[in-house]
Nanobody, 119 residues
Framework: QVQLVESGGGLVQPGGSLRLSCAAS????????MGWYRQAPGKQRELVAV???????NYVDSVKGRFTISRDNAKNTVYLQMNSLKPEDTAVYYC?????????????WGQGTQVTVSS
């Protein structure tokens, strides 16, 4: 079994910064892709930033230049540094990982962490 645990969400004023962390644990043989999604009230879940299976990074256009995804492979952890936050960034942020655990390969989700940008 694989678990993803997120941390770092909270309330921040517009223009502020937050750093999210997501640590994967359990029976992990290999992580192919790992990244962040978000879901705002009444909207569909969308990709925010991700390390792809070939090691490249993808960002949704609305966060380019403001958010940075990074990782610590030794700790199976991915981070999302969010700067210049806007009210429209308010959402529940979910970590996702494409993981091989033994003979099984699957997509796993964290429980989500709330990010609220408001004055």
């Amino acid at each position: 079994q694989v678990q993803l645990v997120e941390s770092g969400g909270g309330l921040v004023q517009p223009g502020g910064s937050l750093r999210l962390s997501c640590a994967a644990s359990g029976s992990i043989f290999s992580i192919y892709a790992m990244g962040w999604y978000r879901q705002a009230p009444g909207k569909q879940r969308e990709l925010v930033a991700v390390f792809t299976s070939i090691g490249s990074t993808n960002y949704v256009d609305s966060v380019k230049g403001r958010f940075t995804i990074s990782r610590d492979n030794a700790k199976n952890t991915v981070y999302l540094q969010m700067n210049s936050l806007k009210p429209e960034d308010t959402a529940v942020y979910y970590c996702n990982a494409d993981v091989r655990s033994g003979s099984h390969r699957g997509s796993y989700w964290g429980q989500g962490t709330q990010v609220t940008v408001s004055s």
